[in-house]
């Protein structure tokens, strides 16, 4: 069956042209003239695509996307705006707003055509995984966390790619000893013009078998980066791979609201301080916003200090997950022995039997479980629902 396209667009002759090229490409068409009646449509009409024009009568484009992502069923719906408005700022705000791809009329049928199907891609079955870890502050241990699982994971027989995009010192690439060169261009060169030469020498293998990618400009709000260029590139990527695990900044960005939105797990990192624990409440109230069920998030505690008995530790998982209202997936608590290793942050290569790997061990079955239970959801809201 036909993929269903729904066109917001109150210029007749525009809506009449882009509904032609659709059709001439096998699709479906809707149309309404105004947000109301395009709100209405994308309630009960349930399309697979939507796409908006900016300047529209009484409700504009960026109130309609706003709207269409805060609805239940169309916070995952991809949104492409086509809009005369060419401003950067326009374009930020429609992103801002929620928007997945941005295009500016007039557009070649070519490149419309090419948009939605990048967008529309992201409902078919991926093999792989996007598991992104973020914490809401550095020095909890995030950063560890998620190389050691990458680590656990690879020597499990899976094939990972770990995403470093975090700015601060302690990176991926650190604790890692490994240097791959900064992909952001990949993300800012027109999608169909990246070869695969580009894709493989934007990887950094270690010898444990994890291989690292480094997005690091990508965690400001690049104007270029569009959501398309970042599905686009761990499409590409993800041909080979199993896992993407992304440490992931918590800050306002294109990116980091495409990486969420895109993700099939938000991994909440956490110690148990209580300016801590209420910050990874913050960010599960914002996941909820970009209409991210509890069921695709998960928490980790750590325990960087030493602070708690390992007694203690077993008895906190029923009063964190009534605290923050989601599975928590693991505790990762502190060894005195493993910290004096050399290289004691990859403690699954350090210390492989001491307390910490073994809960790391435990954190990347969990994950593995948790896949399996949601063998059928993909990044798409439709397979997700």
Do not use: W
Request: aromatic letters at 4%; proline letters at 5%.
């Amino acid at each position: 069956m036909s993929k269903k396209i729904l066109v917001i667009d109150d210029d007749p002759v525009a809506t009449r042209l882009i509904e032609y090229v659709l059709k001439q490409h096998g699709y479906q068409v809707i149309t309404a003239q105004n947000g109301v009646e395009g709100l209405k449509r994308a309630q009960n009409e349930e399309p697979d695509l939507v796409v908006l024009n900016v300047m529209l009568p009484g409700m504009d484009g960026f109130e309609i996307c706003h709207r269409l992502r805060a609805g239940g069923k169309t916070a995952q719906l991809p949104i492409l705006i086509l809009s005369g408005r060419a401003q950067p700022a326009d374009r930020a705000t429609g992103f801002k707003m929620g928007a997945d791809d941005y295009l500016t009329k007039p557009a070649v049928p070519s490149e419309i055509i090419s948009r939605i199907e990048c967008l529309l891609a992201r409902n078919a079955i991926a093999n792989y995984k996007i598991i992104v870890f973020l914490s809401p502050r550095e020095k909890v241990g995030t950063t560890t966390a998620v190389v050691n699982v990458a680590i656990a994971l690879s020597q499990m027989g899976k094939r990972v790619i770990a995403v470093d995009m975090c700015p601060h010192e302690e990176s991926i690439s650190q604790q890692l000893g490994v240097e791959p060169q900064d992909s952001t261009y990949l993300l800012e060169t027109p999608i169909d013009t990246v070869t695969s030469d580009e894709l493989e020498s934007a990887l950094a293998l270690h010898q444990t078998g994890v291989s690292v990618l480094r997005i690091r400009g990508a965690s400001a709000d690049h104007q270029n980066i569009l959501p398309s260029s970042i599905d686009f590139l761990f499409r590409k990527l993800g041909e080979a791979v199993d896992y993407f695990l992304v440490d992931l900044p918590f800050q306002p960005s294109v990116t980091t609201r495409t990486m969420l939105t895109q993700c099939d797990l938000a991994v909440m990192a956490s110690d148990f301080t209580p300016e801590t624990l209420t910050g990874v409440k913050s960010i599960i109230t914002v996941l909820h916003f970009l209409g991210i069920p509890s069921e695709r998030m998960g928490a980790v505690l750590v325990d960087p200090k030493g602070a708690f008995a390992e007694m203690e530790l077993t008895r906190m998982k029923p009063y964190a997950e009534a605290s923050l209202g989601i599975t928590l997936l693991g505790i990762i608590p502190y060894d005195i022995k493993a910290s004096v290793q050399p290289d004691s942050t990859l403690v699954l290569i350090s210390s492989p039997n001491c307390a910490m790997a073994c809960s790391v061990k435990d954190l990347a079955q969990q994950l593995i479980v948790k896949e399996q239970t949601q063998k059928h959801h993909t990044r798409a809201g439709v397979k997700r629902a």
